[in-house]
């Protein structure tokens, strides 16, 4: 390895990072997905390893590729593969950042074949998926731990509430309120706050310039 690695502020340092949407089988040929390109985590990632970590990117189904070999990416597809990967990679790592868009719920259960078409209106139950951020911030020990809100209503309030009930350090707060922030879009409006719940609202910005800030605030944290 060159000199020069070793003196990147994240040099040493594990990542572990989720992105894109999970897709919950309905049947063999069907599932509830959601809008989620996967770009936020992919360019958290491509950060991270440009400041010397170590990433593992736990991701459901997207068309984004990591730009640099020190990003392990593992694809998945449902929370539940999600959870199970996160949790085999959590002990070894030293941050973890939830940038994924899980499904809150699966249907109860998957048909074996294809659901044929037959009465007029057709209902499918669902279950609770777990959650997997908040069973990271149960088992957290000594990472560093970075969760995303989607909120349209009494926002930093709500964030606030995530912060305490899954044990983070820093919630990202993703505004929809504004245009050209959100699903699909290159920018994000976004609002920093901690775990002392200091708030920082930040500028809308392009999606790329958001996972610098992000990777900011984890260079500060090993400072
Ligand atoms: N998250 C997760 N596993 C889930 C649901 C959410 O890891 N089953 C994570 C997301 O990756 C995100 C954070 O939890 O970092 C918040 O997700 P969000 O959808 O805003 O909040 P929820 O806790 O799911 O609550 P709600 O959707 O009701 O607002
Ligand atoms: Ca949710």
């Known amino acids: 390895?060159?000199?020069?690695?070793k003196k990147l502020p994240l040099y040493g340092k594990s990542i572990l990072i989720t992105a894109g949407p999970t897709y919950e089988a309905i049947d063999p040929v069907r599932f509830i997905g959601n809008h989620s390109s996967?770009?936020?985590?992919?360019?958290?990632a491509n950060r991270a390893a440009e400041l010397g970590a170590k990433v593992y990117l736990v991701s459901g189904p997207t068309h984004c590729k990591p730009?640099?070999?020190?990003?392990?990416?593992f694809p998945v597809v449902s929370a539940k593969e999600m959870y199970a990967k996160c949790h085999e990679l959590y002990d070894q790592v030293d941050v973890a950042i939830a940038a994924a868009a899980v499904a809150d719920y699966r249907p109860k259960m998957v048909a074996e074949q294809k659901i044929k078409k037959a009465a007029e209106n057709f209902v499918i139950e669902l279950e609770k998926t777990q959650d997997i951020l908040a069973s990271l911030g149960t088992s957290k020990q000594h990472q560093f731990l970075i969760g995303f809100a989607l909120e349209t209503e009494n926002e930093i309030e709500n964030a606030k509430i995530k912060i305490?009930?899954?044990n983070l350090d820093l919630i990202v707060l993703n505004s929809l309120k504004d245009e050209g922030?959100?699903?699909?879009?290159?920018?994000?409006?976004?609002?920093?706050i901690d775990k002392n719940f200091t708030v920082e609202p930040m500028d809308l910005k392009s999606k790329t310039a958001v996972a610098i800030d992000i990777i900011d605030k984890v260079c500060e944290h090993f400072k």
């Not at 996967?38 to 958290?44: L, T, Y």
């Not at 922030?181 to 609002?191: C, E």
């Open 1 to 5: 390895e060159a000199d020069i690695e």
């Open 181 to 192: 922030a959100g699903f699909g879009k290159s920018t994000n409006k976004i609002t920093f």
């Open 67 to 73: 730009l640099y070999s020190s990003i392990s990416v």
């Open 164 to 166: 305490q009930k899954k």
């Open 38 to 44: 996967g770009k936020m985590g992919f360019d958290i």
